[in-house]
């Protein structure tokens, strides 16, 4: 599956943003989601992640409250509602897909088969 991320920009502290991942080549709903993000010098982090129908969402703890994932089968594509951004949240984010029948878990970048490219979300203080 190609995963295709968009959406980042630069925003003012207390500002949102909303990315988006349209994904391709294979069936999306057979597809758990993920997204991680990753700051210079620093090590990816989980930031979210859906289970294949939306029914089930995961969230790193720096984002609890804030963010939100999201996803329309229909339409091929995964989403992460930011709210409240902090010069902290700055980072490449990357979206990730693995087959959702693997039972891998959400929270660690290697259960994860297919990235997109990233797209830079810079806030502000």
């Known amino acids: 599956v190609q995963l295709q991320a968009s959406g980042g920009g630069l925003v003012e502290a207390g500002g949102s943003l909303r990315l988006s991942c349209a994904a391709s080549?294979?069936?999306?709903?057979?597809?758990?989601m993920g997204w991680f993000r990753q700051a210079p010098g620093k090590e990816r982090e989980f930031v979210g992640g859906l289970s294949w129908n939306g029914g089930r969402t995961y969230y790193g703890d720096s984002v609890k409250g804030r963010f939100a994932i999201s996803r329309d089968n229909a339409k091929n594509t995964v989403y992460l509602q930011m709210n409240s951004l902090k010069p902290e949240d700055t980072a490449l984010y990357y979206c990730?897909?693995?087959?959702?029948?693997?039972?891998?878990?959400?929270?660690?970048?290697?259960?994860?088969?297919?990235w997109g490219q990233g797209t830079q979300v810079t806030v502000s203080s």
């Open positions: 990730a897909a693995r087959p959702a029948v693997s039972g891998r878990s959400f929270y660690l970048s290697s259960s994860y088969d297919y």
């Open positions: 080549g294979r069936t999306f709903s057979n597809y758990a």
